[in-house]
């Protein structure tokens, strides 16, 4: 005669949220991420992770914005330095990691970088573990957008003399006795399309050389009254080179 006994059937765990199986394990590591991922971008920091080798493991939305990269930018394989950061930036960041993961006594070291055009407070941060369960250790990178340029002032000086936003922070940058080797090297642009801007600017503000600049806008930006004596005969002096 025929055994008809069926074998039982294997229950599947169907909530995630046993605690025993790897689903549930799996799934509360997510969970964690997500909710970091969310916390800092409400605070509005970017967030990214490394592992051992400097390859991006995970990045919120914010860092993704930010750092102006596709959805898709972790399975492309493509290198997050080359992509984002100037040659200098890419020196300074490198050697961060490699000295995070070297040293026993530094757990974070903050730079302060150029990205996409704009000025980053950046902190790395030596992990235990990188994200989403990798069990290596690792390196979180957070992103603060820097507020040294004071967005009000280069808003300011905008509007008063008909500047654009790249242009004012340019102009802003002069006055506080940056040249246009140290501009352009900050920013990551060509030192042609510095002078090229410095022009625009002097037309536009009806200035003929960079002294004559600095004063005009320490006159006309209350903001910047204090920086008057500092700057002006600073800049007298400084030619291209």
Do not use: W
């Amino acid at each position: 005669m025929m055994n008809t006994t069926k074998a039982a059937k294997m229950m599947k765990c169907q909530s995630c949220v046993c605690g025993e199986c790897a689903s549930s394990e799996i799934g509360n590591i997510y969970a964690l991420n997500s909710a970091l991922d969310n916390a800092y971008t409400v605070l509005g920091v970017g967030l990214v992770f490394f592992d051992g080798n400097k390859n991006v493991t995970h990045l919120n939305q914010l860092a993704r914005n930010r750092l102006e990269l596709p959805e898709e930018f972790i399975l492309t394989g493509m290198d997050i330095f080359d992509t984002c950061f100037n040659q200098r930036s890419q020196v300074e960041l490198k050697s961060a990691i490699d000295l995070l993961y070297s040293s026993k006594t530094s757990e974070e070291i903050k730079l302060t970088l150029p990205i996409r055009g704009e000025e980053n407070v950046v902190m790395l941060q030596r992990l235990d573990k990188t994200a989403f369960g990798i069990n290596v250790p690792g390196v979180a990178m957070f992103i603060f957008k820097s507020d040294r340029n004071n967005d009000s002032s280069s808003a300011d000086v905008a509007r008063i003399f008909g500047l654009t936003k790249t242009e004012a922070k340019l102009t802003l940058a002069i006055v506080n006795g940056k040249t246009a080797s140290e501009y352009s090297e900050q920013y990551g642009v060509s030192i042609n399309t510095t002078y090229s801007q410095i022009k625009e600017v002097l037309a536009k503000t009806g200035t003929r050389r960079q002294a004559e600049l600095v004063k005009l806008v320490l006159e006309h930006s209350p903001g910047l009254e204090k920086r008057r004596h500092n700057n002006v005969t600073v800049l007298v002096d400084r030619r291209r080179q």
